[in-house]
């Protein structure tokens, strides 16, 4: 990467001493379901502060229509789950992680309903299970159809809000996390230091330190470095950013997946048309209302996100049109019945689900790659741990399937909750810690066309499909980008996330390059094949110009699947 890139710390000037201080035993950057459960599990043994960036409320998880998914129901297995997983993965799985997760995935569920989550029931009053990509039983619990996310952030919230250990500190911005150094223009030198807490900027009280034993980062993806995305405002990398800048170690940051089915419709904020809609039979068609999915996969319109991603633009490139269409009609009136929200917002743009065709685009959704941690939740920085969409522990490969994030989040951030008490003899703050960066003057920034050239620029070159060629223009693009944003000097979280989508875009840019292959929702037009010198995982962190290549350990597959 180019030196600008991890040249700076901090991205601000400060002294810790002349900052408020506050202090906590664990610290939780990040309000979704990962930050939640990881919040509730860590008070059971210590302080913790909750930070959330908006309001707790707005998040992915609080937007997520999709459900969770697990093998509850009697007629399933977590083998037979394990397997989807693997599959839909590509061959990047991590096989010990993902037996781990889909094996406490029932354990999780029976937590939730103790907990008073509502579930969508059949009129006896048993649990329904729905099916989505890739998945080859019907697993995932839902809540109203596709409202999950809101009906799981309730559940969630109500508890961390009546903890008395659990101080929730909403509309508060983690900008850096400390390390135990003093000079905030480091050069090449990777930050080797115990990670102390963060310095925050509360949209009240202003800056702030907060020291903390342990620090678990569960700030959600960077779906909005892309111009179309399914991700609301807040997720503009950040997690990843302060972590890289902090000198942990970053992987697989080259999969973003897209999500096939965004409402197409000006104005609409490219809405979620969750895969349970397909789940319940809708199919997918063209403008001449022709099914196309059978050409492309022997699982139609329920094949893994990335083939269905793909065959939808190979047929725009095909027939030159601008979206496909998803047909529910045949649903008739069990398309509301199913899927309340859905119908409410699709009708909002005078379209009918009974009678029209809705038209339907691929967009950005969910950021596998992340902090990359040990199966506990454990970056590579002491007192640095990670879970959710900030993480990635190989879980889910070159491509998640369809369900399992919610998932992650839960079975993560209770691990993470949990092994963060390893740290409960250790010493945090307060100490001298000095960023003396200084304002290079390069006049004002129009950062809202900072932010929309470099979301457009992804977008075009940096999505669904990619080569070399482009992928080299972008580097260039961002390194002359980097020149000027970066090395200024922001005062608030306007500013602060520009930095972070660029460092973001710059990280994820570089990574497709070097991966020489298609595989999952990676897909390089000028390398097609997945090849399998690149069958592992590439890490990054500041200073590095080509990754650290980590193989998949194999023995580890034969364990599982002989298991
Ligand atoms: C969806 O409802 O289609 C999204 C579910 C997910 O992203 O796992």
Redesign the pocket.
């Known amino acids: 990467m180019n030196k600008i890139f991890d040249q700076r710390r901090y991205l601000i000037p400060f002294r810790s001493q002349l900052l408020p201080h506050i202090f906590t035993d664990v610290l939780v950057i990040g309000g979704g379901v990962a930050g939640m459960r990881a919040a509730l599990e860590a008070s059971e043994s210590g302080d913790v502060i909750l930070l959330a960036k908006d309001s707790s409320d707005v998040s992915s998880t609080s937007w997520?229509?999709?459900?969770i998914?697990a093998a509850h129901d009697e007629d399933d297995s977590t083998e037979a789950h394990q397997e989807d997983t693997m599959s839909a993965g590509v061959g990047l799985c991590e096989p010990e992680v993902v037996k781990a997760v889909v094996e406490d995935a029932p354990a999780r569920i029976d937590e939730l309903l103790q907990w008073g989550m509502r579930f969508d029931r059949d009129s006896d009053g048993n649990i329904t299970y729905g099916r989505?990509?890739g998945h080859h039983k019907a697993r995932?619990l839902h809540t109203d159809g596709?409202a999950?996310g809101a009906e799981l952030t309730r559940c969630l919230s109500g508890r961390v809000r009546s903890r008395e250990r659990i101080r929730l500190f909403d509309k508060c911005f983690a900008l850096d996390l400390l390390t135990a150094e003093t000079n905030g223009d480091r050069g090449q030198g990777r930050t080797e230091g115990r990670v102390l807490g963060a310095i925050t900027y509360h949209a009240r009280y202003g800056l702030q330190i907060i020291w903390a034993k342990a620090t678990i980062l569960a700030a959600g993806g960077a779906g909005r470095v892309y111009r179309e995305t399914?991700n609301p405002p807040v997720c503009t990398g950040d997690g990843l950013a302060l972590a890289y800048r902090a000198g942990a170690i970053v992987g697989d940051v080259e999969f973003m997946?897209f999500?096939p089915?965004t409402l197409y419709v000006a104005g609409a904020g490219r809405a979620?048309?969750?895969?349970?809609?397909?789940g319940e039979g809708a199919y997918l068609v063209d403008r001449r209302g022709k099914r196309f999915m059978e050409q492309y996969h022997e699982m139609m319109e329920l094949a893994p996100?990335d083939v269905v991603s793909r065959a939808i633009i190979d047929v725009l490139a095909k027939t030159q049109e601008s979206a496909v269409f998803l047909d529910v009609r045949h649903l008739g009136e069990e398309f509301s019945t199913k899927f309340p929200n859905l119908d409410k917002s699709i009708r909002y743009f005078d379209l009918d689900p009974t009678t029209d065709l809705i038209p339907v685009h691929p967009s950005a959704?969910?950021t596998i790659g992340g902090v990359w941690t040990d199966i506990e939740g454990r970056s590579s920085l002491p007192g640095l741990y990670a879970c959710g969409e900030s993480a990635c522990n190989g879980l889910h490969g070159a491509n998640?399937?369809?369900?399992?994030?919610?998932l992650e989040g839960l079975v993560f951030g209770r691990r993470a909750g949990r092994v963060v008490m390893e740290m409960a003899d250790a010493t945090s703050g307060p100490i001298q810690i000095i960023s003396d960066i200084r304002q290079d003057e390069h006049g004002e920034l129009d950062l809202v066309d900072v932010r929309s050239s470099l979301r457009s620029t992804m977008w075009r070159n940096v999505g669904i499909e990619r080569n070399a060629a482009r992928l080299t223009d972008v580097v260039d693009m961002f390194d002359f980008w980097a020149r000027y944003t970066l090395v200024n000097i922001f005062d608030d979280p306007m500013g602060w996330e520009t930095q972070n989508l660029l460092i973001v875009g710059a990280l994820i840019t570089r990574a497709a390059l070097w991966r020489q292959e298609t595989r999952g929702v990676h897909c390089r037009t000028d390398f097609l094949e997945s090849q399998t010198q690149f069958e592992g995982h590439a890490l990054w962190h500041v200073g590095l110009d080509e990754p650290i290549f980590k193989p998949i350990d194999r023995s580890q597959e034969v364990a599982v699947s002989s298991a």
Not at 272 to 278: K, P
Not at 401 to 406: E, F
């Open positions: 997520a229509q999709g459900g998914a989505e990509g995932i596709a999950t399914t997946q999500h089915t979620l048309i969750s895969e349970a809609v397909r996100r959704h969910y998640r399937l369809a369900s399992n994030s919610l």
